[in-house]
């Protein structure tokens, strides 16, 4: 009777705010953190530019803050974080107005405290300044308009030039854009095919571009060129020259512990759709959605961001089929139930392990490690 009486005072709405609030602030602290230190993949990774060697893949980002710092003088540490503070601040204001009229549940909460969700970015602070928020933005923002009945014709032609123009910031957005097709599947209960279609033309053609006539990404000179205008990076994608199968299959011990994150995931989500209907078929749709980034886990490295970037997206995603309300502190009161105790147990879990970016696939340094565990050593260390 007691756990009843707590559980039902739990107020689940406010609890996604606060989880909201500090995740926005944790990662807007850390990418400035990561920019003055001249990071060379948070800072970095948006200073690859045309400037070395001509046309490249991620390449039109450097050159946009090179020209910036033509016009204005100021360092591009400042320019960049400029420009993540307004994407990242834009991704989680947007987000928090797509469930302000929801009401939300404890299992949806779940989903944000997943080990690859919002508490990822907590997790593995790599996960910061990363020009996924690109994506993350414009899918939240493509979200609201859908579940607002403000997407026009002319807005969804917006959106396939912001996802043209992004892939040329990082192709990624390319093995991710069957969501916008998703998402639209779920607000008209059908399938139409030639209006998803300019979406991945959208992201098709410039990918196509790209591997016909994109160079490498530092042609020899990056580093001079960053030298020269005021950056100097260490490390980073500047530096990276792996091969990225043959470094996986080297440390295959590490990475097939992915497959237990991933089977984790799974289970998250499938429970999540075990109480929607019509879950058969969006089911296909998000195992399609994951097939179609498949080339990804075989291409590159970063097995855990992918992960992640497929969670965070579908968060934004279920928001859709939220109920609405008209308070904003709208949520589900919690029921001791079956179903409540095995969320628990989700909960519990999720914020016990880790995903790294790349490298270690499982790791039991989750959140709850990081904030009660680890300063306790750092002090016996000390």
């Known amino acids: 009777m007691r756990l009843e009486k707590v559980v039902s005072n739990f107020n689940i709405k406010i609890g996604i705010y606060f989880l909201i609030a500090v995740t926005a602030v944790y990662t807007l602290v850390f990418t400035y953190y990561y920019n003055l230190k001249d990071d060379g993949y948070i800072l970095g990774d948006w200073l690859i530019n045309y400037q070395d060697g001509g046309f490249k893949r991620r390449g039109l980002s450097g050159s946009f803050f090179f020209l910036l710092q033509d016009l204005t003088g100021l360092r591009l540490n400042y320019l960049v974080y400029f420009v993540q503070f307004l994407i990242i601040s834009g991704f989680f204001w947007l987000y928090t107005k797509l469930i302000r009229y929801k009401a939300t549940d404890l299992l949806y909460f779940s989903l944000l405290l997943s080990s690859i969700g919002f508490v990822g970015l907590l997790n593995t602070v790599t996960y910061v300044g990363k020009k996924e928020f690109i994506v993350f933005l414009l899918f939240t923002w493509f979200a609201y308009l859908l579940d607002n009945g403000k997407l026009s014709k002319n807005k969804e032609y917006f959106f396939c030039i912001a996802l ?4 040329f910031l990082h192709e990624v957005v390319l093995f991710y854009v069957p969501y916008f097709a998703i998402a639209l599947y779920l607000k008209t209960g059908k399938f139409e095919f030639k209006r998803y279609l300019k979406y991945f033309l959208s992201v098709g053609i410039p990918t196509l571009l790209i591997l016909a006539f994109g160079k ?3 042609e020899g000179r990056s580093l001079q060129i960053l030298c020269e205008r005021g950056v100097h990076p260490t490390y980073g994608i500047f530096y ?15 990475y097939i512990l992915y497959f237990l994150s991933l089977a984790l995931s799974i289970f ?6 075990k109480f929607l209907n019509d879950r058969k078929v969006l089911s296909i749709l998000l195992i399609g959605a994951f097939l179609f980034s498949f080339p990804l886990f075989y291409l590159a490295i970063d097995w855990g961001r992918w992960m992640y970037i497929h969670m965070m997206l579908i968060i934004v995603l279920f928001a859709l089929l939220l109920r609405k309300e008209r308070s904003i502190y709208a949520f589900e009161p919690i029921v001791i139930s079956s179903k409540f105790y095995i969320t628990l147990f989700i909960i519990i879990f999720s914020l016990l392990y880790r995903v790294e970016m790349s490298g270690k696939g499982f790791t039991f340094e989750g959140i709850i490690y990081r904030v ?5 050593e750092l002090l016996n260390k000390m």
């Open 164 to 167: 043209f123009v992004t892939t």
């Open 216 to 218: 490498n990404i530092n």
């Open 240 to 254: 990276w020259n792996i091969n990225e199968r043959d470094y996986i299959r080297q440390h295959s011990n590490e």
């Open 268 to 273: 998250h989500i499938g429970y999540y759709l």
């Open 372 to 376: 009660f565990v680890a300063p306790l």
